[in-house]
C-alpha cells in the first residue's frame, strides 16, 4: 500500500500489515499490527485464512479469505466491512 508506506501480508492465520512510514536497517522499529477473525466483532476478518490482498482504484484495501465475505479495510476505524458476496458456482 504504497500511499500509507504500509505493506500488508497475507497469513494461514490473519493479516499483517507492517508500516514503514520511516524504515530503515532497524527492523525492531517497524509497527506490526495483527488482523484476526473474531466470531463476537462483525469488523474483524470473516476468516483468518487469508489468500489474496488487492488494492482498488480508490486505494481501499480488499481482503479475500476462505470465509463468505470480502473484507474491505477501514482505515478509520482500523478494521474490516464485510462485503457479502453470493455464490452463484455450481462447483
Known sequence: D????ALWVATNNG???????EFNADVSEL???YYL????NLNSLDNNIVNVILKDQN?????GTNGEYLNR???EQD???RVFIENTSNY
Do not use: H
Open 15 to 21: 493479516v499483517i500489515k507492517i508500516l514503514l512510514e
Open 59 to 63: 486505494n481501499e484495501i480488499w481482503l
Open 79 to 81: 478494521n474490516f466491512d
Open 2 to 5: 504504497e500511499e500509507n508506506n
Open 31 to 33: 509497527k506490526f499490527y
Open 73 to 75: 479495510y477501514n482505515a
Open 37 to 40: 477473525n473474531d466470531d463476537s
